[in-house]
């Protein structure tokens, strides 16, 4: 399906979605009948190497389909998000002999979840690793097949001295690990984010990668590299949420006086002006995420590995798009007075949701450090080649 199509799916099965979305919250993970008509619509696959199954979207029509499907509702929109990230890191990036493991031939496509931070160590054997360490928000791990983490490891061969530290990404098949429940949180509840831990498994090398290492297959996608291959992941959920909330609340400022006899919200001059800043805040987010991702798309589709100078601005764009819609969703929340308190009003959840979206790992203000940094040494050596800062 092209994302038009896939668009139009979703537009269909939306009263599925959200119902999905509300059984999510007490189930604490996407229902099982959600997470079928999202294999069914290929959902997963939608970042996995062609050669391997799948049928990969270019990443801006990637950011078209999940912004459409947080608009309808989060929990499934993460649920989609994030086994689609997860399937085409393992199918871009394993050995071919690991890849053909987890990609069986004659099945369906997997589903694979966890998480790419060193929580693990490994010890280097003949064929492998023996594997220990846990990891956690590893969001779709109850309806997942294969789970992926990363370890530290010796550079050093077996029985040589100790060396400098490898970063290892590995897969394992779910029924190796023991998964753990401990998903009780305040926002994105219905993801189910559990942790997750193996203790001394032996991990065949066919099923690791050194992480920085460039894909083996899939293209000008995987050209990408990280941690641009996974940047139009949350910050479009985040914008299919803020503006699912302005709807929401412009809706509901029509039936809401904050005090009785008192004119409407939507009477009133300060809610025309957050309305209409909170429309522009969004759009304008969007629009430096969008611009930041096809730079590099550009870059890619062109044969080359965009450098780091587009990594950052794209990992800032990213950043910048989850703060401006955490300020909207908050900032248009307390419009709603006491009554988008209670658990039955939308509000409430897109307000926990994005705040928990925000807590991602890779939303992080040091990427804007990186991003101030290249501009000093570029004003820096603009002055040393004796040119105006200015770009003279």
Same mark, same amino acid.
């Given at each position: 399906m092209t994302a038009a199509d896939l668009i139009a799916a979703f537009r269909r099965h939306r009263e599925q979605f959200e119902a999905a979305g509300d059984k999510a919250e007490e189930l604490r993970t996407l229902p099982k009948d959600a997470v079928e008509i999202l294999r069914d619509l290929g959902v997963f696959g939608l970042k996995s190497p062609e050669e391997l199954g799948g049928t990969p979207l270019d990443p801006l029509s990637f950011c078209d389909v999940v912004e459409e499907l947080a608009y309808i509702d989060v929990s499934v929109a993460w649920a989609a998000m994030i086994a689609a990230g997860c399937n085409g890191i393992a199918g871009g990036w394993l050995p071919e002999q690991g890849a053909r493991m987890v990609f069986a031939a004659g099945r369906p496509l997997p589903v694979v979840a966890g998480q790419l931070s060193p929580r693990g160590t490994g010890t280097q054997l003949d064929g492998g690793y023996l594997v220990t360490g846990r990891w956690g928000f590893s969001s779709g791990i109850p309806h997942a097949d294969w789970?992926?983490? *990363?370890?530290?490891?010796? &550079?050093? %061969?077996?029985? &040589? =001295?100790? $060396?400098?530290? +490898?970063?290892?990404? !590995?897969?394992?098949?779910?029924?190796?690990? =023991?998964?753990?429940?401990?998903?009780?949180?305040?926002?994105?509840?219905?993801?189910?984010? #559990? @942790?997750?831990?193996?203790?001394?498994? !032996?991990?065949?090398?066919?099923?690791?990668? @050194?992480? $920085? &290492?460039?894909?083996?297959?899939?293209?000008?996608?995987?050209? #990408?590299? *990280?941690?641009? !291959?996974?940047?139009?992941?949350? %910050?479009? #959920? /985040?914008?299919?949420?803020? +503006?699912?909330?302005? @709807?929401? *609340?412009?809706?509901?400022?029509?039936?809401?006086?904050r005090f009785p006899g008192g004119p409407t919200v939507s009477e009133r001059a300060v809610f025309h002006k957050e309305l209409g800043r909170s429309e522009a805040k969004v759009k304008a987010a969007r629009l430096l995420h969008r611009d930041a *991702?096809?730079?590099?798309?550009?870059?890619?589709?062109?044969?080359?590995?965009?450098?780091? =100078?587009?990594?950052?601005?794209?990992?800032? &764009?990213?950043?910048?798009?989850? =703060?401006? /819609?955490?300020?909207?969703?908050?900032?248009?929340? +307390?419009?709603? $007075?006491?009554?988008?308190?209670?658990?039955?009003?939308?509000m409430q959840r897109h307000l926990r949701n994005v705040l928990a979206a925000r807590q991602h790992v890779g939303i992080s203000e040091e990427t804007y450090e990186a991003a101030g940094l290249i501009r000093i040494q570029s004003v820096t050596a603009k002055a040393g080649d004796g040119r105006r800062p200015g770009g003279g």
């Open positions: 789970l992926i983490g *990363m370890f530290t490891a010796d &550079a050093s %061969p077996p029985g &040589a =001295e100790t $060396g400098p530290k +490898r970063l290892v990404v !590995f897969a394992v098949p779910k029924e190796q690990a =023991e998964v753990i429940d401990t998903w009780h949180v305040a926002g994105l509840q219905g993801t189910g984010s #559990l @942790d997750w831990k193996v203790s001394g498994l !032996f991990v065949p090398a066919e099923l690791t990668y @050194d992480f $920085g &290492a460039p894909a083996v297959r899939g293209g000008a996608l995987f050209r #990408l590299g *990280m941690p641009a !291959f996974t940047s139009n992941e949350v %910050p479009p #959920l /985040c914008i299919g949420l803020a +503006r699912r909330a302005l @709807d929401d *609340m412009t809706e509901l400022s029509t039936r809401t006086a *991702m096809a730079t590099m798309w550009h870059t890619a589709k062109s044969g080359a590995t965009p450098p780091k =100078e587009e990594h950052v601005a794209a990992t800032v &764009a990213s950043i910048f798009a989850v =703060e401006t /819609c955490t300020e909207v969703v908050t900032d248009l929340f +307390r419009y709603g $007075g006491g009554r988008v308190l209670a658990l039955s009003n939308p």
